[in-house]
C-alpha cells in the first residue's frame, strides 16, 4: 500500500471529479490520501472530504502565498480547528521568496504561529519552502530551541546542505513528482540519501505530475510512478518502498494511526 502525503483533493482539476479520482488512486494501490489546505475559506471542504472518506485524512493551515489575506490569523482559530477528528496535520505553511505573493516578514510571522500550534498540538507541521533556504533553516532552528515539534519538508526541491540540516533537526522529507524529471539530477542523488525511516512520497496533485504523465493533470494515483521511480533509485523494490513510506507516515503523523 502507498499512501499520498500530499494532495489537495479540492482544488479545480481533482474536486470536479473527485470521487473517481479517488477510485482511480485506490486501484492503483494507494490506500491513503492527506488533503491539504491553503486558506481559511477552504478548511471545511477539506475536513468534510476527510470525515466522508474513510482513507483520507486532513490538514489545516495556511500557505505563505496567501500569507497576507491572513495575517490577522490567530492561533486560537488554527488550535480549535486542529481538534477536528481527521485533522492530522498542520499546514501547509512556510516560505516563498520565489514568487513573494506575500510580504515576507508576515510569511515568517505566520510560520512561527503555526509552529507554535504545532508544538502544542504536537500535530506534524506541513512546510513548504522556495528560494528561501537560509531564513527557512534560522527559524526552524530557533523554534526547536524553544521546544521540539513534527515537522516535514513536502515536495522537497531545496539542496543538499539544506536537506541534511533539516534531517539533523529530525524532520521528515517528502518527495513528488519533480524527482522524475530529467533535469532533476541533483534532487535525484539526494533522494538516494534520504534515511529510509525519513523518506515520504507525494504527488501535490494536481500540479507536478510525475513521469510518463507530464503535462496532464496532476493525480494522487500517480503516487504509484513516483514511488516505482524513488525505489529504483535507491534500489529497493517498490514493494520495498511502499511499506516503508506508509509505515513512516504513521509513525509522523501519528493521529492517522491512532
Excluded at 87 to 107: F, H, M
Excluded at 188 to 215: C, K, M, N, W, Y
Aim: net charge negative; proline share 5%.
Amino acid at each position: 500500500m502507498l499512501i499520498d502525503s500530499h494532495c489537495h483533493l479540492q482544488y479545480r482539476g481533482l474536486v470536479e471529479d473527485q470521487q473517481a479520482v479517488l477510485d482511480r488512486a485506490r486501484a492503483a494501490g494507494v490506500g491513503g490520501f492527506l488533503n491539504i489546505s491553503t486558506r481559511l475559506s477552504e478548511w471545511d471542504a477539506v475536513v468534510a472530504t476527510a470525515e466522508r472518506e474513510p482513507d483520507v485524512w486532513a490538514s489545516v493551515g495556511i500557505h505563505p502565498h496567501e500569507a497576507d489575506q491572513h495575517a490577522d490569523l490567530g492561533a486560537d482559530l488554527l488550535r480549535a480547528a486542529t481538534e477536528r477528528e481527521k485533522v492530522i496535520a498542520i499546514g501547509e505553511t512556510g516560505l516563498d521568496y520565489y514568487y513573494d505573493k506575500s510580504d515576507r516578514q508576515v510569511q515568517r510571522d505566520l510560520f512561527r504561529m503555526h509552529i507554535g500550534v504545532a508544538r502544542e498540538t504536537q500535530l506534524p507541521l506541513v512546510i513548504h519552502t522556495r528560494d528561501a533556504e537560509e531564513d527557512t533553516l534560522s527559524i526552524l532552528e530557533d523554534e526547536m530551541g524553544q521546544g521540539a515539534f513534527p515537522a516535514l519538508i513536502h515536495c522537497f526541491t531545496a539542496s543538499a546542505p539544506f536537506g541534511r540540516r533539516v534531517l539533523d533537526l529530525g524532520l521528515t522529507i517528502s518527495l513528488s513528482g519533480i524527482v522524475t524529471f530529467k533535469n532533476a539530477r541533483e534532487l535525484q542523488e539526494i533522494a538516494r540519501e534520504i534515511p529510509e525511516d525519513r523518506l515520504l512520497v507525494e504527488t501535490d496533485s494536481p500540479f507536478l505530475a510525475p513521469v510518463p504523465h507530464r503535462g496532464k493533470p496532476c493525480e494522487p494515483g500517480f503516487v504509484a510512478d513516483t514511488a516505482a521511480f524513488v525505489a529504483q533509485l535507491r534500489g529497493v523494490s517498490p514493494e520495498a518502498l511502499a511499506a516503508s513510506t506508509t509505515r513512516n507516515f504513521f509513525a509522523l503523523f501519528r493521529k492517522a494511526a491512532a
